[in-house]
Each structure stands twice: as structure tokens, then as C-alpha cells.
């Protein structure tokens, strides 16, 4: 069965500090694999997605994320947090059977030092 | 395009109520999922719909759950009789070119008192 684990329950940095939060997950195929950002109140918004290609993906605000099969890891990254920024990160894979569903991981809270 | 739009935001009802929450996918979107958002069990898959028609409701909690999609452009989840428990923020959203175009809505925070 998927599965989608994020170690980290919260992470604190200082603003202009570098970031990465992780995430691993558990998928018999190759996964197409998601983070999204959720600020307080509000709804998920995709920052970026990889399903196949190049294992560095780009996506909005300045993240990148890199997929590596070998560790089923697909952690995000920024090198110079804002204080925008503080909110809860979510990791997903998705099913590549037709069923399209996300399935996700219980989120990382960012918090930002200024 | 609006996105999809998800009514009310808000919903604050008493326990054994029935609550309706809404939901409009994009236009032309052919799936469409109900996801559940709770501190103990994060966000969760409760019912998906393709092309109007439930296919996977395996995730909806139990029988005082039920969810319709009446046409191609209208969602409705239903909770009676509501209990505190139950207290979530829901989230729809809707797809056309599967993973790819995956979008969500504001989502409908519901407490139940």
C-alpha cells in the first residue's frame, strides 16, 4: 500500500536560513509525488509536483524539490526562507492507476525565526 | 476560471443536525474527490467520483455519511446526524487530466457542537 511519511512534526528557521523538509514514501511503481503549502485558514496550494524526467523540480516561491528512487525520498528544499513562508507543508503521492488519488503525509508546520 | 468553489467556508451546527456541504469542480474536470482534514488523522480520502458516478467511498467513515454528485458540475456531502466528532475541515477537489490537473478548494471548516 502507499504511504507517505514525514518525520519532521515541526521545523524552525531563521529567515534567511536554508531549508529542507522531508519526506519519504512507499509505492510499488514509480510514484508521481506533490507538495503542497497550506497557511492557517486556508487551502492546500501546490508549490510543485514530479512524475517523471529530471529528479529536480522546480516549482513556485523559490522551492525545489529532488526525487531520489534509491532512498524513496522526496524532500524540499529553499535556500533562503522568508517569513512568508512560515506555514504547514504536506507531501503526496498520487496512485498511477486511474484512480488519481493523492494519498498524504501528516505535513510539516514551519515556523520562521526573524 | 473560479477553480473549484466549495460552500459554505464556515459551518458551525449542533449535534444530530444534518449538514450539507457543496462543492463545483471546474468546469470540464470528470473527477472529482472529498478529502477530510483533522488534527489526529491529517488529511484523508473519503469518496472519489468519475464522471458523476462514486467509485471508491471505501474512506467515508460510516453510514451517516453520504455523498451525491447529481451532475457534472454540483457535489454534495452530507453528515446525518452530525456529531462532534466530526468536527474537520473538508476539502474538494476536482481533476481532468489526472494527477496533472489536480486542484483544490478553500475548503468548508465544519463544528460541530
Known amino acids: 500500500a502507499q504511504s507517505v511519511t514525514q518525520p519532521d512534526i515541526h521545523i524552525t528557521v531563521s529567515e534567511g536560513a536554508s531549508l529542507e523538509l522531508r519526506c519519504n514514501y512507499s509505492y510499488g511503481a514509480t510514484p508521481y509525488l506533490f507538495w503542497y503549502v497550506q497557511s492557517p485558514g486556508q487551502g492546500l496550494q501546490l508549490l510543485l509536483k514530479y512524475f517523471s524526467g529530471d529528479t529536480l523540480v522546480q516549482g513556485i516561491k523559490g522551492f525545489e524539490a529532488e526525487f531520489k528512487r534509491s532512498q524513496s525520498s522526496f524532500n524540499l528544499r529553499k535556500p533562503s526562507v522568508h517569513w512568508s513562508d512560515a506555514a504547514e507543508y504536506f507531501c503526496?503521492?498520487?496512485?498511477?492507476?486511474?484512480?488519481?488519488?493523492?494519498?498524504f503525509g501528516s505535513g510539516t508546520r514551519l515556523l520562521v525565526r526573524p | 476560471d473560479a477553480g473549484v468553489i466549495q460552500s459554505p467556508r464556515h459551518e458551525v451546527t449542533e449535534m444530530g443536525q444534518e449538514v450539507t456541504l457543496r462543492c463545483k469542480p471546474i468546469?470540464?474536470?470528470?473527477?472529482l474527490f472529498w478529502y477530510r482534514q483533522t488534527m489526529m488523522r491529517g488529511l484523508e480520502l473519503l469518496i472519489y467520483?468519475?464522471?458523476?458516478?462514486?467509485?471508491?467511498d471505501s474512506g467515508m467513515p460510516e453510514d451517516r455519511f453520504s455523498a451525491k454528485m447529481p451532475n457534472a458540475s454540483f457535489s454534495t456531502l452530507k453528515i446525518q446526524p452530525s456529531e462532534p466528532r466530526d468536527s474537520a475541515v473538508y476539502f474538494c477537489?476536482?481533476?481532468?487530466?489526472?494527477?496533472?490537473?489536480?486542484?483544490f478548494g478553500s475548503g468548508t471548516r465544519l463544528t460541530v457542537v
Open positions: 503526496a503521492v498520487g496512485a498511477a492507476d486511474s484512480s488519481y488519488k493523492l494519498i
Open positions: 467520483f468519475n464522471n458523476n458516478v462514486p467509485i471508491d
Open positions: 468546469s470540464g474536470h470528470d473527477y
Open positions: 477537489a476536482s481533476s481532468l487530466t489526472g494527477l496533472r490537473g489536480y486542484t
